[in-house]
């Protein structure tokens, strides 16, 4: 199956209200303890959360490593305002901090200790423009743990992943969940992509049936 893309930014007030309702938190909490297992002697600094979406994984990854400062990156205006409420209520607003523009025009002031992406890539349309920002936005050598879907081989087993793991949540999720598993990358075109780029440190790997995960220093 080729891949079709879908809308690069959720824009709609509902649509990003029902993302930040949904329960990710096993699988948010599972990026966060892979950083952790991943990269065991990074204690501190900045960490650039591209994609960061309604802001669950910055304040679980600065709650499990108190020494980080994380900068969220989202293109959504609505997403953003709710991830910096969210940050508010967890009382982490000190350490936590938003900017609402798209990745590839991210300047920061100096290059980020580290950085993370969950479930950004499949939004892109040109994914090296991703990996090239992901390389320029940290300093040489830093941990990068990227995460996202796995596209399946038809339509149909598209709709039958969203039927097993989102059988009773809201229409609107279970729209975007497969609209993003079509839009999402294959093992075989993300490794071509690392390649292209260069980044041959990047090890990939597929740890289930909906999910490739990218880690290393770059």
């Known amino acids: ?24 938190s096993q699988e948010n909490q599972g990026f966060v303890d892979r950083f952790r297992t991943s990269f065991p002697d990074f204690f501190e600094g900045h960490v650039l959360d591209l994609g960061c979406g309604p802001g669950d994984i910055p304040i679980r990854f600065a709650r499990a490593m108190p020494g980080c400062l994380v900068i969220g990156v989202d293109a959504s205006a609505p997403m953003v305002q709710l991830a910096e409420e969210a940050v508010r209520q967890a009382g982490l607003s000190g350490r936590i901090t938003f900017l609402c523009e798209r990745f590839q025009a991210v300047a920061l002031s100096e290059p980020a200790d580290a950085a993370i992406s969950n479930s950004l890539l499949h939004h892109v349309p040109n994914p090296l423009q991703f ?3 992901l390389r320029l936005a940290v300093k040489p050598g830093s941990p990068v743990l990227v995460m996202d879907l796995l596209r399946p081989e038809s339509p149909e087993e598209a709709q039958a992943i969203v039927d097993l793991h989102a059988s009773k949540a809201p229409d609107i999720l279970r729209r975007d969940f497969y609209n993003s598993l079509l839009a999402a990358f294959t093992e075989d075109e993300v490794a071509a992509q690392l390649a292209e780029m260069n980044l041959s440190r990047l090890m990939i790997d597929v740890p289930d049936g909906r999910h490739w995960v990218v880690g290393g220093l770059v």
């Open 1 to 24: 199956m080729n891949r079709i893309l879908e809308p690069e930014l959720m824009e709609d007030d509902a649509q990003a209200q029902a993302y930040a309702e949904a329960d990710f």
């Open 131 to 133: 990996w090239h920002k």
